[in-house]
């Protein structure tokens, strides 16, 4: 009776505390959302794990611990391996073209950033977080997951787990977030501006693209050339047809390899001890802010472009909110709000995806600014 007695004090049974119990149902929340709801299945089901296993009492299965998925973190989050490789391939699933056809909605992506800049002073002047904090918190705002871990894996690494559930779980959520501020900030007439197809883009621009792109971005903000760097490759590797099997490779069994890791990686930064806390809500009511400030930014600016622009040549302002880099649910939530709102008279998906792309490059760029002042 002893030796059961000894077994039963030094099992996970034994251990488990009311925090370990509340983070298996945020965890079950989330691999609920990803099943049932279809939100981000590919991450949200390895972070939902992840979190399980980091909560399974004397498990060591922790990012913070000494366990296989500490190992994976320290290899692979604090070495800033990750994240680049998937802008990789991010940068082979990526068009370009809706971009080069309107070189203007480039501007519309940079404007949609805004939420980066209001939720990083909010978070350091408002609700007292750290420069360094307040930056990876900001970086929500770009609803750009690999963005938020790399920047976080720097700067604050104890809020990683928040940081990142945050940025993906809002990610998800575009299609719930986005439309109510449209609605708000946009009106009936403007919803029905019908942009035209633009020109064909030549395949030497599209090669030149990233080229040019990654060199310039590089030389500008050093700090984000890891990030744009690895998508301009992969970009190039889409566009030069004469490397099929890397974009194969980048674009399909790569890519998929990371995002387990670095799904189950992030889940299991959020133990208890970690993310039971006042910082995971501030972190949280941040986070949405900066979304909503980033959709805000880039209708708000599409519509002072159109008093400069002549009737045939404006924009519709509902492509604005697309510069968020949740690529492409965003130019499909936009895409859907105004064919609903126009009878299906108006579809500008491809429109819109040239801020939605414009907005990855933009959030890394934010993301390199931070780097070199705070870093």
Known sequence: ?????????????????????????????????????????????????????????????????????????????????????????????????????????????????????????????????????????????????????????????????????????????????????????????????????????????????????????????PSSAPLIGMLMFGNLIRECGVTERLRKTAGGALIDIVTIFLGLVVGATMDSLHFLNLKTLMILILGILAFAFSTAGGILFAKLVNLFMPGSKKINPCIGAAGVSAVPMAARVVQKFVSDNTDGTVNPLMPAMGPNVAGVIGSAVAAGVFLTLLG
């Open 1 to 221: 009776m002893g030796t059961v007695n000894q077994l039963l004090q030094q099992s996970g049974f034994a251990n488990l505390t009311w925090g370990n119990l509340v983070m298996f149902i945020i965890a079950g929340t989330l691999i609920y959302l990803a099943i049932v709801k279809k939100y981000e299945p590919l991450l949200l089901i390895p972070i939902g794990f992840g979190t399980i296993l980091a909560n399974l009492p004397l498990a060591d299965l922790g990012s913070y611990g000494n366990g296989i998925i500490a190992l994976i973190y320290k290899q692979g989050i604090r070495t800033e391996l990750l994240p680049p490789i998937i802008f990789l391939g991010i940068g082979v699933l990526t068009d370009f073209r809706p971009l080069l056809g309107r070189p203007m909605t480039f501007l519309l992506g940079a404007a949609a950033q805004l939420g980066i800049f209001v939720a990083a002073i909010g978070a350091a002047y408002l609700f007292g977080f750290s420069y360094r904090e307040a930056a990876s918190i900001g970086i929500i705002g770009g609803a750009d997951g690999p963005t938020s871990i790399f920047i976080t894996s720097q700067l604050a690494p104890h809020l990683l787990g928040p940081i990142a559930v945050a940025a993906y779980s809002y990610m998800a959520l575009v299609p719930i977030i986005q439309p109510p501020i449209l609605r708000l900030l946009t009106t009936k007439k403007e919803r029905y501006i019908d942009m035209p197809q633009t020109k064909p883009v030549s395949k030497t621009a599209v090669i030149l693209f990233p080229i040019i792109t990654g060199i310039v971005a590089a030389l500008g903000v």
